[in-house]
């Protein structure tokens, strides 16, 4: 996915990176919590895992890998993408999301770059954006698909790709439990020099590769880029790759975060520079209406 770069900045920030959940929307709305309801219900339904090791084994691999799907591949499980996202993400409460004309003003009166990064699939990521009202307000989205492409694609960079070695169809899913890593098991043992923590086929925040890869992707120099998040853990991923970082959902400012917000809509009141710095359109002349290009492309 190429961007094109239509303004010539004259400021400290030519891009605005934004995570997606419980960043462009509250953390009340519910879609969390149900979120993660939905992957322990997938890890027993589809996967067989024993309810009463659920809970333990999805913190763990949520703490380790990024998500817990990424934790699930990396110790043996194998399913396909598309299921699992519909399953986890189907289900959820889009209801409690409603339009949010007062954050997509405040976007579209930005004359700088915005990109969408998430861990989440595009369908989810443009079906959250549909309803917020948003859709519009935004370059491009990087998204699961687009670090994690199932096929080598010519979109793709090479040596970093992903190797997808497991069947396409749910239907073919495999799941041989004599080759489930016991990360439950690891992780009490720490001394065990002889155990080492598999690695996961799927690249995520808050990885620095996931991080770098999508900027990368999307042309974007993370000392210029302003880094929206609601994880501390991404965004202290972030600060390690050279992003500008404001932790969005809480007033009190954590280490590593250049800004906090308790609310994305009050990103005029925290950084006002953004609507004051001096913009040159390089082609139009005009920059009214900033996203006009990307829907979701992966
Ligand atoms: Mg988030």
Same mark, same amino acid.
């Given at each position: 996915m190429?961007?094109? #770069?239509r303004?010539?900045?004259?400021s400290?920030?030519?891009? =605005?990176?934004f995570d ?7 953390l009340?709305s519910?879609l969390?919590? %149900?979120? %993660? @309801? #939905?992957?322990r219900d997938? +890890? ?6 024993d ?6 084994l999805s913190n763990?691999?949520?703490? @380790?890998?990024?998500?817990? +799907?990424a934790?699930?591949?990396a110790?043996?499980y #194998?399913?396909?993408y598309d ?5 986890v ?6 209801? &409690? $999301? ?7 003003s405040l976007l579209?009166? $930005?004359? *700088?770059?915005?990109? *969408? !990064?998430? &861990?989440a699939d595009?369908?989810h990521a443009?079906?959250?954006l549909?309803i917020l009202?948003?859709?519009?307000c935004?370059?491009g989205?990087?998204? !699961?698909?687009t670090?994690?492409p199932?096929?080598?694609?010519a979109a793709?960079?090479g040596e ?5 070695t497991?069947p396409?169809?749910?239907? &073919? +899913? ?5 080759e *489930?890593?016991?990360?439950?098991h690891?992780?009490?043992?720490p @001394?065990?020099?002889g155990s080492v =923590?598999?690695?996961?086929?799927i690249?995520c925040?808050p990885?620095e590769?996931?991080i770098?890869?999508a900027?990368?992707i999307?042309?974007? @120099?993370?000392?210029?880029? $302003?880094f929206?998040e609601?994880?501390i853990?991404n965004i202290? /991923? ?5 992003? &500008? ?9 954590t280490?590593?975060?250049d800004?906090? =917000?308790e609310?994305?809509? #009050?990103?005029?009141? %925290?950084l006002?520079?953004?609507w004051?710095?001096?913009t040159i ?6 920059y009214?209406?900033? /996203? ?5 492309t /992966?």
């Amino acid at each position: 996915m190429e961007f094109e #770069n239509r303004y010539r900045q004259v400021s400290k920030y030519d891009c =605005l990176l934004f995570d997606l959940d419980d960043t462009l929307y509250p953390l009340s709305s519910g879609l969390a919590t %149900a979120c %993660a @309801n #939905n992957i322990r219900d997938y +890890m027993a339904e589809k996967l067989g895992i024993d309810q009463r090791k659920i809970l333990e084994l999805s913190n763990l691999l949520y703490k @380790n890998y990024g998500t817990t +799907m990424a934790g699930l591949r990396a110790i043996g499980y #194998n399913f396909d993408y598309d299921d699992y996202h519909s399953f986890v993400h189907g289900r959820l409460p889009y209801e &409690n $999301l409603k339009p949010d004309p007062v954050l997509r003003s405040l976007l579209l009166s $930005l004359p *700088i770059r915005k990109v *969408i !990064f998430t &861990n989440a699939d595009k369908v989810h990521a443009a079906k959250v954006l549909r309803i917020l009202g948003l859709e519009d307000c935004f370059e491009g989205i990087i998204c !699961f698909e687009t670090l994690n492409p199932t096929y080598k694609s010519a979109a793709s960079d090479g040596e970093d790709d992903i190797q997808f070695t497991g069947p396409r169809s749910s239907s &073919n +899913m495999t799941k041989c439990k004599t080759e *489930i890593f016991d990360i439950v098991h690891h992780i009490s043992q720490p @001394n065990d020099l002889g155990s080492v =923590l598999p690695k996961s086929p799927i690249v995520c925040k808050p990885s620095e590769h996931a991080i770098e890869k999508a900027l990368k992707i999307s042309n974007i @120099n993370p000392q210029k880029t $302003l880094f929206f998040e609601d994880s501390i853990r991404n965004i202290h /991923a972030g600060k390690r790759v050279g992003l &500008n970082t404001v932790q969005v959902g809480t007033c009190q400012r954590t280490k590593g975060a250049d800004y906090a =917000l308790e609310s994305i809509h #009050n990103i005029r009141e %925290a950084l006002p520079e953004l609507w004051t710095t001096s913009t040159i359109a390089s082609e139009s002349g005009s920059y009214g209406k900033v /996203a006009v290009e990307t829907s979701v492309t /992966a």
